[in-house]
């Protein structure tokens, strides 16, 4: 019965290979901006971003801490991370749960709201985050334009 | 009233189901997580781990942990862990990490405490059943390892550096101590040379990793090591085993020199697909020595030559829909990987492809099912099966797991 079993998960298994060939690109159509507090004026590549999200990016070039936040709703969400930090959502949950339930690191401050986003990042030095491009952040945050590199 | 420790497991689940929102609880800068999970094993001929050829539910873990940040760059942490796989861990809770960490800069930080020991691509989360898509890991992180290879008592330097065209490097160095239980895993490896161990002494311990991150999406590579010497005292068991696995004496000191564990991985993201290949090597100089005074003769001294590879692939089909596969070897004899000096031959290796499903029912919940096709006895324990190893077994799993 077991080998019957493993028989059926490989017939599944090779269907299912066939379907990567015709994954197509996810083009997430949300836009995106990137906003940091009004005293940073780093220059911010978009691999910084990347690397300021997994937390591998500490500081800015004045030594101030990084506060990132992540703005959860779920289309902003989904975009941001797969366009800037070049992961699934689902891999970068499990990128964050692996440090938290291995002690080397904790789970990043969330928002549901844009407004909370702007909030935290306005009154936090060294903080950053993402809200969709159509909000409009006025003076209290500074809007980034990435670097390619 | 006394509550057994299968009883406080349960218990425990019931707990976590009950009161959690299936979010984890935060408090300020104080974040609780954890975990729980209940398999089943069942397979057609070979025990593997537990009495799986009748069908066992002896395999489930469950772990709580918390964390406190007093500053962005450093924050302090513990998780409780207890688990029950066979005759391995009997709902003993453990403490699986306690340290505090400091980041100084991103070049370099520190941790102080009982870290786990960052080998290959996922020792370090071996125990952690929603971060992978299958249930058994490929040998390379046989679970009677976990013991040994899980974690240690000392102090991590680690960092990492963004180079301009070259990709990110980061890397971990440890030293410290390592505490092994005399009921540990590794003893039940033992007993297969019909030894039952007493006590473990295990002196300095070393460990490494660097990883590379080159400029390629989705690809990481790197290699790990671990070095430590281990001692033990072991009597005699007197377990009907085969006379192939027997050594005869009075009581033993058994001595593992310059034991080193290393592995070359590389791992390669392509959206949902996930390829990984790792290669292990076990090497050291085995020395067995009676304990009886006047009697310091080596009984017998062994050169350790392991090897250990596999290469798998996932793919996430949907949000809520994972499947996997993999193909694995281990050769206990690097040197005798056709089991020329052995009797069954098919002891000197062991050969395994599996099969996974993964069900995220819900963020927090997940069911797998997972087929292994198993080919050898080397991994196979002959004190599980004493009637003796058959060459092939089937096994097949189911486990769900609930994670905040």
């Not at chain 2, 070095?227 to 005869?248: C, G, T």
Request: glycine letters at 6%.
């Amino acid at each position: 019965m077991i080998i019957r079993m493993f028989r059926f998960y490989c017939i599944l298994f090779i269907l299912n290979c066939f379907r990567i060939v015709f994954i197509s690109s996810c083009a997430h159509a949300i836009d995106v901006k990137v906003i940091v507090h009004p005293g940073i004026q780093d220059a911010i590549s978009v691999n910084d971003i990347r690397n300021i999200f997994l937390g591998k990016k500490t500081q800015w070039n004045n030594n101030q801490r990084i506060r990132f936040v992540l703005f959860t709703e779920e289309k902003t969400y989904q975009a941001f991370i797969t366009n800037y930090v070049q992961k699934t959502l689902y891999q970068y949950r499990n990128y964050w749960r692996k440090k938290v339930f291995t002690g080397t690191g904790m789970m990043p401050i969330m928002f549901s709201k844009s407004a909370q986003c702007i909030d935290f990042v306005n009154r936090t030095k060294g903080a950053i985050s993402f809200i969709p491009s159509n909000y409009i952040v006025s003076n209290r945050v500074r809007e980034v334009i990435l670097n390619e590199q | 009233m006394i509550i057994s420790r299968s009883s406080r497991f349960y218990l425990l689940l019931l707990i976590v189901l009950i009161t959690t929102d299936a979010n984890a609880l935060t408090y300020e800068k104080i974040h609780i997580h954890g975990f729980v999970s209940q398999g089943y094993m069942v397979s057609d001929h070979n025990n593997y781990l537990a009495d799986t050829s009748s069908g066992t539910l002896e395999f489930n873990d469950a772990a709580i942990n918390i964390s406190r940040q007093f500053y962005p760059n450093f924050h302090i942490g513990c998780q409780l862990y207890t688990r029950d796989i066979g005759n391995v861990g009997n709902h003993k809770v453990e403490i699986d990490w306690a340290f505090a960490d400091y980041r100084m800069t991103d070049l370099i930080g520190f941790r102080l405490g009982k870290i786990k020991i960052p080998h290959g691509l996922y020792n370090e989360t071996r125990d952690i059943d929603m971060l992978r898509t299958f249930i058994f890991l490929p040998p390379v992180y046989y679970d009677i390892s976990r013991s040994t290879i899980n974690a240690m008592n000392g102090i991590d330097i680690y960092g990492n550096y963004q180079f301009e065209t070259l990709g990110n490097l980061e890397y971990q160095i440890l030293n410290g101590v390592k505490r092994i239980e005399a009921d540990s895993g590794w003893s039940r490896y033992m007993e297969r040379r019909g030894m039952d161990i007493t006590s473990f002494d295990s002196d300095y311990v070393q460990c490494g990793k660097l990883t590379w991150y080159p400029n390629i999406e989705g690809l990481r590579l790197g290699v790990s090591g671990i070095l430590f010497d281990m001692n033990a005292d072991a009597e005699i068991d007197m377990l009907p085993l085969p006379p192939q696995y027997r050594i005869s004496g009075p009581d033993l000191e058994y001595r593992l020199r310059n034991f080193i564990v290393s592995v070359n991985y590389i791992e390669y993201t392509l959206r949902e697909i996930i390829f990984a290949a790792e290669y292990m090597t076990f090497r050291g100089d085995l020395a067995i020595k009676t304990l009886a005074p006047g009697l310091k003769q080596i009984v017998s001294e062994i050169p350790i030559k392991t090897d250990s590879f596999y290469l798998s692939m996932t793919y996430r089909l949907t949000d809520y829909l994972e499947m996997g596969g993999y193909y694995a070897v281990f050769w206990p004899d690097a040197s005798d990987t056709n089991g020329k000096t052995l009797l069954p031959n098919y002891l000197g290796w062991h050969k395994e492809a599996a099969l996974c499903f993964r069900f995220d029912i819900t963020n927090y919940l997940t069911l797998k099912g997972e087929t292994h096709l198993m080919d050898g006895g080397a991994l196979m324990m002959p004190q599980d099966n004493p009637e003796g190893v058959e060459q092939r077994t089937a096994l097949f799993l189911l486990k769900l797991a609930f994670s905040f």
